[in-house]
């Protein structure tokens, strides 16, 4: 893949999904904050391919760092810097972000672009219309392999 600018994105560890997007700005993120930051980083993705930027599992589970519009869309034909939109959830304690940090990861998939034909109906599914919520939030007894 092509890029431009200062930090390429990196895998840590071989097999990784995910490449490591950096910070090219130094802050505090107060409780509650969001804010665009820098990567110093574009990209040239092949034709049929879309970058999807993601948070960091250990920015989330110890200091409550997200993204706002997670996962980021890059689109193949986006030449412009990557930015993350972090987001403190923590609501009482601020967090350091300095230059060359880890803020994000960017997973790079191919992508299909579906044909759109508009019907009068839609055929059945078992799920039907069953949407937030419907298929439950708990184990069932059938599922434990118990009896209810």
Sequence with gaps: MLWTGENPPGYAHPGDAGADL?????????????????????????????????????LAAKHGITIVNAPGTVDSGYRGEVKVALLNTDATTPYTVRVGDRIAQMIVMPVAQAVFTRVDALPDSVRGQGGFGSSGYGVTSEQEGTQA
């Design 22 to 58: 950096v910070s090219t700005e130094s802050f505090e993120l107060a409780p509650g904050e969001r804010r665009l930051v820098g990567t110093g980083v574009s990209i040239a993705l092949p034709e049929g391919h879309a970058a999807f930027v993601v948070p960091r599992s250990g």
